[in-house]
């Protein structure tokens, strides 16, 4: 059986998973979210469910959600792109960091082109919310605003309660099965 390299398993899982928290705040994160709810990323439109929520929450005509399509059909060969790149990055990582001996400064340098193509994938987000959000009203504008300052009160509350270990991040009530090594050592 092969030996988990802790430190560097931790590490990876730290930026990786904690990295993708923290990058949640407003301003930060590239391509995503919290746990989706039906609103997509908060710099970006998000794919057909999420676009359709949107339109109904904002009250969108008919040609502002024909133009808000061709909008996320423009950005959605660049976001695939992007997202094409990063799964070998992560996968290069994951080879590095379940090596026999761990290189940290391959993985300081995977993690800074990990790092740089979330960055692409995030500005790639802003520019399709930029974009879509000329197709607005100011009405609009401001619903969008208070929609996503929903979303992200949304975000910080769970994150409040998982930090407090009451949530796991879930929006259900499904019995979870127990977190590795909380179980009885007794």
Do not use: W
């Not at 391509?31 to 989706?36: A, L």
């Not at 590095?96 to 940290?104: K, P, W």
């Not at 987000?125 to 609009?140: D, S, V």
């Not at 590795?180 to 050592?185: A, L």
């Amino acid at each position: 059986m092969r030996r988990l390299h802790t430190p560097a398993l931790a590490l990876y899982l730290s930026l990786c998973l904690g990295g993708t928290a923290l990058l949640a705040q407003p301003g930060s994160r590239p391509g995503g979210g919290p746990p989706d709810d039906g609103m997509g990323p908060p710099d970006g439109m998000g794919g057909p469910p999420r676009l359709e929520r949107l339109a109904r929450d904002l009250n969108l005509s008919a040609e502002q959600q024909t133009r808000a399509r061709a909008v996320r059909e423009k950005f959605k060969p660049q976001v695939q792109a992007l997202m094409e790149k990063m799964r070998p990055l992560h996968e290069q990582l994951r080879a590095l960091l379940e090596a026999e001996r761990v290189d940290l400064g391959a993985v300081k340098a995977k993690l800074t082109e990990i790092s740089a193509a979330q960055v692409e994938m995030r500005l790639l987000h802003i520019q399709e919310r930029l974009e879509f959000q000329t197709l607005l009203t100011a009405e609009q504008k401001t619903k969008l605003r208070a929609l996503m300052q929903e979303k992200m009160e949304r975000h910080r509350e769970r994150m409040d309660r998982r930090r407090q270990g009451g949530d796991d991040g879930d929006d259900d009530d499904r019995p979870r099965p127990p977190r590795r090594g909380s179980e009885d050592r007794n």
